[in-house]
């Protein structure tokens, strides 16, 4: 199982090297506050969904058009609700690319920034900020989101992705200030 597995994971390597060598678009550094839509990709576990469910209330989001999308690296129990803002491993190919309505929901917008809150470099994660729309894509700091990732910030997380979006929105404050007059 194991040798099956890392032939997986190498040929999903190949295909994220071949999505980001074909993105198109390149990066637009943006300031935070001006950002009309923000995108939020994180893991979804009990830690994960309530921070980002408090950072919806958070005062530099206020205003935009916000959209998450939380990954479960585990296949729901029978029964387990879905819903439109979350996606599982069950909803993977065996090259752990995503094909569920809420990843297609998520990547149906074009965002200015879109803030990867993920901790760990899940495949299916790493599929979607690939494939998202947006002109700045700020991410965690990791060998496989390099070439990703127009901005990467480099710390000690551990699993709270609160602790990392402050990290961000400090660095997005820095692009492009203004100078006082």
Known sequence: MGILKGFREKLADKALKKLADARIEKPCLQRLDEAASVGILFNW??????SVSRLLGHALLKGRKVRILGFKPYRPAKGEVQDDHSFSVADTNRLFKPASFSVQHFLS????IVLDLSTEDHYPLLYV???VKAGLKVSLDSERKMALADLMIRMQTGDDPSLLFGQMTHYLEQINKSNPK
Do not use: P, Q, R, V
């Open 45 to 50: 576990d009990k830690d994960g969904h309530e």
């Open 109 to 112: 917008t074009h965002y200015d």
């Open 129 to 131: 900020l690939a494939e």
